[in-house]
């Protein structure tokens, strides 16, 4: 079964820190893997997106790694604001049978205190 | 550039009721989609389009219409609202289904069926 699944579910840092979100999938056959951050009340907005062949793309503060063989994607940020509170979700496609198909993990929820 | 505009950006509707939300986008994509997304649950596909004339379920299609005259708009129709069909909907579009997950989500319809 497509499955993503993500850790922490929600997580609290303080300003200026940095943290890794964790993305899983168990997806195939696998096409890409996007990252959106979705501030409260807003709709989400992609941050990076990464084929089979990349294994990091950088997005300023944001730097999403893709392990293709463990099917693990983590998404780092560096030197945390305030305004990176948000839900941060992981999306991977799937090419099948002529049509994309796109799952969608649940998200983490991160919350920057000053 | 208005980028995705959803509307109505709150809606409460009675049991039975039936109303379209209205998705448009300038920016000329042919792939358009609406998904719904429920606390403690990835945004789910409801129906997708990849162009003028050509509409598809998503993966919870049941109560919902779509139709694409123009590239522009993109309404997705409930037949009769029911309370399993309180969410908050999006719309999202991107240069074509190749690029792989929704470039760009308008800001979200929040839907509350009583």
């Known amino acids: 079964k497509n499955q993503v699944e993500q850790s922490p579910q929600s997580l609290i840092i303080l300003e200026g820190k940095n943290c890794t979100l964790q993305?899983?999938?168990?997806?195939?056959?696998?096409?890409?893997l996007r990252w959106y951050k979705q501030d409260t009340g807003r709709g989400p907005v992609s941050l990076t997106i990464?084929?089979?062949?990349?294994n990091t793309k950088s997005n300023g503060r944001y730097t999403a790694t893709l392990d293709a063989d463990t099917k693990q994607s983590s998404l780092h940020i560096t030197a945390s604001q305030l305004s990176d509170s948000a839900s941060y979700i992981c999306?991977?496609?799937?090419?099948?049978?002529?049509?994309?198909?796109?799952?969608f993990g649940t998200g983490t929820r991160l919350k920057v205190l000053a | 550039n208005a980028g995705v505009t959803q509307t109505p950006k709150f809606q409460v509707l009675k049991t039975g009721q039936s109303m379209t939300l209205q998705c448009a986008q300038d920016?000329?994509?042919?792939?358009m989609s609406w998904y719904r997304q429920d606390p403690g649950m990835g945004l789910r596909l409801i129906h997708y389009?990849?162009?003028?004339?050509?509409?598809d379920q998503g993966e919870v299609p049941n109560g919902y219409n779509v139709s694409r005259s123009t590239t522009e708009d993109f309404p997705l129709r409930l037949l009769s609202a029911a309370p399993s069909q309180t969410s908050v909907y999006f719309c999202?579009?991107?240069?074509?289904?190749?690029?792989?997950?929704?470039?760009?989500f308008g800001q979200g319809t929040r839907l509350t069926v009583v």
């Open positions: 999202a579009s991107s240069y074509s289904e190749r690029t792989g997950t929704a470039a760009f």
């Open positions: 993305c899983n999938y168990t997806v195939s056959p696998f096409s890409n």
């Open positions: 990464m084929t089979f062949s990349e």
């Open positions: 999306v991977v496609s799937a090419y099948t049978s002529g049509t994309y198909k796109y799952i």
């Open positions: 920016m000329n994509h042919e792939y």
């Open positions: 389009s990849v162009g003028a004339g050509i509409t």
